[in-house]
């Protein structure tokens, strides 16, 4: 399959929102909640500032930065598919007050952030890196944003080394996700999972392309068997 386009992709998150949390909890098993937590004890958000989540879908790693940068700080989720937007904001009504006067939705796309330079204390980045046309663009345009000395952390699928592990993966991906995908008619929707993972690159692949991107330190970490990974940066 060819990599689809940005327009594409766009097109693809607006048509799974309905289902997109329901989705990520099930084929999950809710563990992308504490893998999006453990993200965040590597980028160490703090009071009082300002953080960017990236692809932010339908907001919850924008909501957990919410909670550790309230009740002074800002967050803002900027996603390029309207209907998650609306599904994000949605869900934030149900928030406590300090934790929605801290949060902004915005619509926007990580190839040409609408952000001055030097402008956050740190980014998130989840299950987003992988879907973007350009990966070393979306790199060079977080670390213009980020202040210098800032740390980021992009959580994404990752290709375990381990064959048995490797196995496993390709068994989840086919006989689990493509039926229950089917069973929701989402089944074109989600096809697209195998192939980007397999033209993504693997962590150090990654290391390489956040360094040449500028940033000064990029450390990847395999989690969940090596299906997963952290990409953490510092600028």
Known sequence: MSQPSET???????RIAPVYDRFNDLLSLGQHRVWKK????????????????LCCGSGDMTALLAQKVAPTGQVIGLDFSKELL?????KSQCYLPKIQK??????GNVLSLPFAENSFDGATLAYGLRNVSNI????????????T???????????????????????????????????FSMTEEYAYIAPSLARFPIGAEQVNLAKASGFSQATHYAIANGMMGVLVLQK
């Open 8 to 14: 594409d992709i766009q097109q693809i998150f607006d």
């Open 38 to 53: 453990m993200s965040l004890l590597w980028c160490e958000p703090k009071q009082g500032e300002t953080w960017l989540d």
């Open 86 to 90: 609306a599904i994000a904001a949605i």
């Open 102 to 107: 801290c949060l902004t939705w915005q619509e």
């Open 136 to 147: 070393p663009r979306c790199l060079a345009e977080l670390h213009r944003v980020l202040k």
């Open 149 to 183: 000395g800032a740390r980021a952390a992009i959580l994404d699928f990752h290709r375990p080394s381990d064959r048995l592990m490797q196995a496993f993966q390709s068994f989840y991906l086919d006989q689990i996700v493509v039926p229950l995908a089917d069973r």
